[in-house]
T-cell receptor, first 115, second 113 residues
Framework: AQTVTQSQPEMSVQEAETVTLSCTYDTSESDYYLFWYKQPPSRQMILVIRQEAYKQQNATENRFSVNFQKAAKSFSLKISDSQLGDAAMYFCAYRTLEGAQKLVFGQGTRLTINP | DTGVSQDPRHKITKRGQNVTFRCDPISEHNRLYWYRQTLGQGPEFLTYFQNEAQLEKSRLLSDRFSAERPKGSFSTLEIQRTEQGDSAMYLC???????????FGPGTRLTVT
């Protein structure tokens, strides 16, 4: 079974600075998807960025980018120019390409933005 | 695209009572998922529907839990004889199909007293 580990329960960053959230995962599969989801307080989960395992190029979405290291099974999220609205729980998630294609989530990292 | 909706948003019930939650997916989405999220943890998969067929269930889904998706539209999740350990946020997500993103609803927060 796949597992996802986020070793940073909490992180904080100054507004406009850059922060990196860590994620490692374990799988025996060679093809899969990885995601970062954002869950603001009392609001629903939204997708931040996704990475297909077969792609060597790291995904980017505006101020959000990932560092995908397939051999090391590492998938970190970098947020540049942090904004107050980035404050949320961030979840790393793995999705198999088989069966239900359910998401397997990490424990989450609570990100605080200091003005 | 009105998004995934869930009802109710909050439910407080006494131990031993039955509760039912509803999820309305995005209209053209044929895949529907239920997840459970306890405080301070990431969501955990409960069950999955493709159209009206329930194709996968987690071992987390005990005999007290049942889910349906009649006619492949909305879905209901029922918990019978609730226990305090059932207190959690129950999340619904839907997707258009293979390799498409899962869109999440706002969740139903269940508190069992």
């Amino acid at each position: 079974a796949q597992t996802v580990t986020q070793s940073q329960p909490e992180m904080s960053v100054q507004e406009a600075e850059t922060v990196t959230l860590s994620c490692t995962y374990d799988t025996s599969e060679s093809d899969y998807y990885l995601f970062w989801y954002k869950q603001p307080p009392s609001r629903q989960m939204i997708l931040v960025i996704r990475q297909e395992a077969y792609k060597q190029q790291n995904a980017t979405e505006n101020r959000f980018s990932v560092n995908f290291q397939k051999a090391a099974k590492s998938f970190s999220l970098k947020i540049s120019d942090s904004q107050l609205g980035d404050a949320a729980m961030y979840f790393c998630a793995y999705r198999t390409l088989e069966g239900a294609q359910k998401l397997v989530f990490g424990q989450g990292t609570r990100l605080t933005i200091n003005p | 695209d009105t998004g995934v909706s869930q009802d109710p948003r909050h439910k407080i019930t006494k131990r031993g009572q039955n509760v039912t939650f509803r999820c309305d997916p995005i209209s053209e989405h044929n895949r529907l998922y239920w997840y459970r999220q306890t405080l301070g943890q990431g969501p955990e998969f409960l069950t999955y529907f493709q159209n009206e067929a329930q194709l996968e269930k987690s071992r987390l889904l005990s005999d007290r839990f049942s889910a349906e998706r009649p006619k492949g539209s909305f879905s209901t999740l029922e918990i019978q004889r609730t226990e305090q350990g059932d207190s959690a946020m129950y999340l619904c997500a839907s997707s258009k199909g293979l390799l498409y993103e899962q869109y999440f609803g706002p969740g139903t927060r269940l508190t069992v007293t």
